[in-house]
């Protein structure tokens, strides 16, 4: 009882799972001190229920009386004694014609805030704004600063949506949200939309606070029975939930609707009943859903239908849709991801790019859209990759606008079982100079629609958040939404700024949950790229399968195109005009000839461009083949630090987020080590040149399990081979023999750390026994399926290869150190090796 009422009085949320995100509401320190600084009631002007105006004043009952326990109450009109007035600018003016003169300019969106001993003035320029402006006066103070300021706020971009690859029906490859770790969709369920949008509402509330218009719920791999009347009831009950906050909705589209839905025998983009189905499309969805913001359309990519089909152009497409929305003042974002992952053939055409792909498509089509079009492209050529060049795309488009696609999730990064802070990534792309003409030309300039003067521009996320409390499937994963939302509004922000607003809302204002949180936050990314995938090579994971785990091997010899062209002397692609795929000769002169030459080839990009031996010496001084070797142990050796950094918030942060990061954060560093293996063990392999300092392929404190003494065991030659020590692993003989490996300990008597690499493999359960002269250090079970959000996998390789660590455990010289497997289902309980590590050491 007693610690209920000291929970209580120090403001302290019960149940911290995630749910709240940033909009916990908690506690501020020394509120009671602040009260005379904070309004007393709240005005809202013009407020009809279900609208942003009215939720304003809602969020600012809820957030002044969460942060600081102040009741407040809501009045039409002025009460006595301090007042949050919030409302439209024309709602205000009309009031108050006389304050019409001071207030500033604002765009679609924008809001201004006025605080001053206690009043709260916040306008929007439409009810949206406003709602914004409240939830950013709400910010403000959260973070305990209840000082006099004025501000003035206009978005950088009026496109800011997030994307959400959610499909209608659970299962098949991708499940219910197609590269989505955070749980089932939140908005379909069995090929309907839910009934219970409660997800959606707080979703949108959550995208509002951020300042966010527009989610499209439905996956870009669009599944045509989204358009059945049913469906479109289901979507205009959607957008019902979106409305309080000012969020729209929009819909993916798949191409050949009018074929498998409408029952045409064509969807030729210039058949006049294909347009026609298409207008009544239209008018159906506006009639229920008047404030929808659009459509997004995915074609003739990756197997989805498109104009090409029909020999027509991508314009003749996008402007078939545009045609339709646009006397219901829709917009379309069209996605320049169009490629063809079939005909791309490797050795036969040292030329052929996937690369190239969208400039290839899109060249010449600038002035053939519709101005109500909008061409989402993604940051980079390929696919939201660890490290890409800038797309030249945006070169290329100057008449039509553009939005930036970026991934909040982690498909490539780690998804979410791997701590990757995603806004200095986006920011040197934003700030990336792409000197159009010669002049000044950033990406940020481009998307905003200030260096062409484009009227519809800006940013789309792909979000895939889930019904997981924590959202995206990890509490820490949840800055870069945050992160996102903010660049979106004002890209000149900063990492770190963000994070600290981020890390006070969610965590609060301990200043050592602040500098491990950023540590941790801001080695990520570099940390990641280092033992992911070095010099602009991409990730090397498995892109056949999920995307997550090591595999160098797979990006090669198939026509999906994310090639290295490493062979036993050489690496990287050659994307130079003078002798590789042109792909350099797409961007403006400067940048091309930047890119053209290796000298002037930032270091990070060596391999994006150019084709080199594994012995070209960079600017470091250190060969490629070193720099990766190096590159692996420095990025996990990161990661083992973020375990350790992580422990220090014990007590200083709620338990049940600090439990939660920290077994990702332990996954994440032993998991780090397999992808540091994998890769070095694939190129050393590969190169014959071995690892200057000794470590590639020399690990003295491992005892491979297949080099035990075996019973109900056999040795299992792991395929890829690098996803295993050695090679090999073991497994039982059967599905239901129980192995044991047991081995003599040669190392002198002391403490050290055991870690055993096993497999966890989406096939079953099994449970592992690790015992030290017959007494049991631990026991596990191979559930992290269940655990790990990540692309589940039922192979024996680098997505499932997994890490146990017992730490601080007592063992003699001789001692027998015995692991016993119980395999379960088809999970065969394998294991790679056990370590045996003294302490501080990790290998
Ligand atoms: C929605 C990548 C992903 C696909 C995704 C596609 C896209 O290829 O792996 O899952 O499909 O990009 O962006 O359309």
């Known amino acids: 009882m007693r610690s209920l009422l000291w929970l209580a009085v120090v403001g302290l949320a019960v149940a911290e799972d995630g749910l709240a995100a940033w909009l916990r509401y908690a506690r501020v320190p020394s509120a009671s001190r602040h009260l005379g600084k904070l309004p007393s009631a709240v005005v809202t002007l013009n407020a009809t229920k279900g ?24 009045a039409k009109s002025k009460p006595k004694g301090t007042t949050a007035t919030v409302g439209t600018v024309s709602a205000y003016v009309d009031k108050n014609p006389s304050a019409a003169k001071g207030l500033p300019d604002l765009v679609e969106d924008g809001f201004y805030l006025k605080i001053s001993k206690g009043n709260v003035l916040i306008l929007g320029q439409n009810e949206r704004g406003a709602l914004y402006g409240a939830f950013h006066y709400l910010s403000v103070i959260a973070q305990g600063n209840v000082s006099d300021f004025t501000l003035t706020s206009n978005p950088d971009a009026p496109v800011r949506w997030v994307n959400q690859w959610d499909n209608m029906q659970d299962g098949g490859t991708h499940g219910s949200v197609e590269r989505g770790y955070g749980g089932d969709s939140i908005f379909f369920w069995d090929g309907h939309i839910r009934e219970d949008l409660t997800r959606a509402g707080q979703y949108a509330r959550l995208l509002a606070s951020i300042g966010i218009n527009a989610v499209v719920a439905n996956n870009v791999n669009a599944n045509a029975s989204i358009l059945t009347p049913e469906n479109m009831d289901g979507l205009a009950r959607i957008a019902d939930v979106f409305r309080p906050y000012g969020v729209q909705l929009g819909v993916s589209l798949n191409f050949a609707a009018p074929q498998l839905l409408g029952g045409l025998d064509t969807f030729d983009p210039l058949d006049k009943t294909v347009v026609n189905w298409w207008q009544g499309i239209a008018d159906n969805l506006y009639k229920r859903i008047p404030d929808m913001a659009g459509y997004l359309v995915k074609a003739n990519s990756e197997g989805q239908p498109g104009p090409m089909t029909y020999n027509r152009t991508l314009a003749d497409g996008a402007n078939l849709f545009a045609r339709t929305l646009k006397p219901h ?46 061409i989402q492209i993604k940051y980079g050529p390929i696919d939201f990759q660890v490290r890409e060049p800038v797309s030249p795309l945006f070169t290329h488009l100057r008449r039509t606008g553009a939005t930036v696609e970026l991934q909040i999730t982690q498909e490539y990064l780690g998804q979410q079982a791997h701590v990757v802070y995603l806004a200095p990534m986006w920011k040197e792309l934003l700030d990336f100079d792409l000197r159009v003409d ?8 481009i998307v905003s629609g200030k260096r062409f003067g484009q009227k519809l521009t800006g940013y789309a996320g792909v979000v895939n958040v889930g019904t997981n409390t924590t959202w995206l499937g990890s509490h820490l994963a949840m800055s870069n939404l945050y992160a996102y939302g903010k660049l979106a509004w004002d890209p000149e922000q900063t990492s770190t700024g963000i994070l600290k607003e981020w890390t006070t809302l969610t965590f609060g204002h301990d200043k050592l949950v602040h500098d491990v949180i950023t540590k941790i936050s801001m080695e990520s990314w570099p940390a990641y790229e280092d033992y992911s995938g070095n010099l602009g090579i991409q990730t090397l994971t498995d892109i056949l399968l999920g995307h997550y785990g090591p595999n160098p091997g797979s990006q090669d010899g198939n026509p999906w195109g994310q090639w290295t062209r490493a062979d036993d002397d050489t690496i990287g692609m050659d994307r130079t005009v003078w002798n590789g795929t042109g792909f350099a000769g797409q961007y403006p002169p400067e940048i091309a000839a930047m890119y053209e030459n290796i000298e002037t080839t930032p270091d990070n990009l060596l391999l994006w461009f150019h084709h080199v031996p594994y012995t070209q010496k960079l600017k470091s001084g ?38 939660h990061v920290l077994f990702r954060l332990i996954y994440q560093a032993g998991h780090s080590l397999v992808w540091r293996d994998s890769v070095n063990q694939f190129y050393f392999n590969k190169s014959g040149i071995p690892d200057e300092l000794g470590r590639v392929g020399n690990h003295k404190y491992r005892i491979e399990a297949e080099e035990m003494e075996l019973k109900g065991y056999k040795s299992y030659r792991v395929s890829p081979f690098e996803a295993a020590s050695g090679y090999h692993c073991v497994v039982t003989e059967t599905n239901s023999t129980v192995g044991t490996a ?34 049991l250090v631990g026991k596990w079970k191979g559930d992290l399926e269940y655990e790990l959000g990540r692309a589940p996998s039922p192979y024996i390789d680098g997505q499932t290869a997994a890490r146990k660590t017992f730490r601080g455990v007592r063992v003699k010289k001789g001692s027998e150190l015995k692991v016993v497997g119980r395999p379960d289902g088809l999970e065969p309980a394998p294991i790679d090796y056990i370590s045996v590590l003294p302490e501080g050491t990790v290998d």
């Open 51 to 74: 609208y942003p105006v009215h939720t304003a004043g809602q969020e600012l009952v809820d957030g002044i009386g969460g942060l600081f326990g102040k009741k407040l109450t809501v």
């Open 329 to 374: 003042g829709g917009i379309i974002l069209f996605r320049a991801f169009v490629y063809d992952h079939r005909s791309l053939n490797q050795t036969l055409d040292w030329k052929a790019d996937r690369a190239n792909a969208a400039v290839d498509y899109f060249d010449g089509l600038d002035d053939k859209f519709e101005d109500n079009v909008v």
């Open 438 to 445: 010669s002049k000044p030309s950033t990406l940020k300039s």
């Open 622 to 659: 250190k060969t490629v083949i070193q720099h990766f070797y190096d590159a692996h142990y420095k990025g996990s050796a990161t990661a083992q630090t973020f375990v350790t950094l992580w422990e220090k918030l014990k007590g200083r942060i709620d338990k049940e987020r600090y439990e």
């Open 742 to 775: 047991t081995t003599k300990l040669k190392v002198p008597s002391g403490k050290y750390d055991l870690a055993v690499n096993y497999y966890d493999m989406a096939l079953g359960n099994s449970t592992w026994e690790l015992f030290v002269d017959r007494k």
